[in-house]
């Protein structure tokens, strides 16, 4: 099982037509289920629903809106804080800031590839 820290809004952009936020979070539920993975889905300023802050979705799924912080400096601050996470941005920048210490990169088009498969 891995835990898989979600650039949210990065991914959402990272198809034309954009993916609706609502969408990307079941989609990604769905795949998580299917493969046992954890998730942190971090959304700039609110995720879906308003949320603010951290609001558990399930007892793998965690959802996060960063409020007046940006996504990318919460997972620069949280993910050393899950050993062995699998980072999912398009973010260059971002990649270099808190990639280190991934097991995994992945973008955010091949991650909507991913859980279309």
Known sequence: MATVLID?????????????????????????????HELVLVFDGKAPGAVTGTQRLDERTLLVGS????????????????PSAWLVTSDRALREAAGAGAE????????LRELNA
């Open 8 to 36: 949210a809004r990065n991914v959402l952009r990272s198809q034309w037509p954009n993916v609706p936020e609502h969408q990307l979070v079941r989609r990604a539920l769905d795949w998580a289920q299917r493969h046992d």
């Open 67 to 82: 409020g007046a912080e940006s996504a990318d400096d919460w997972l620069i601050r949280e993910a050393p804080g899950y």
């Open 104 to 111: 995994r990169l992945i973008g955010g088009g091949a991650f």
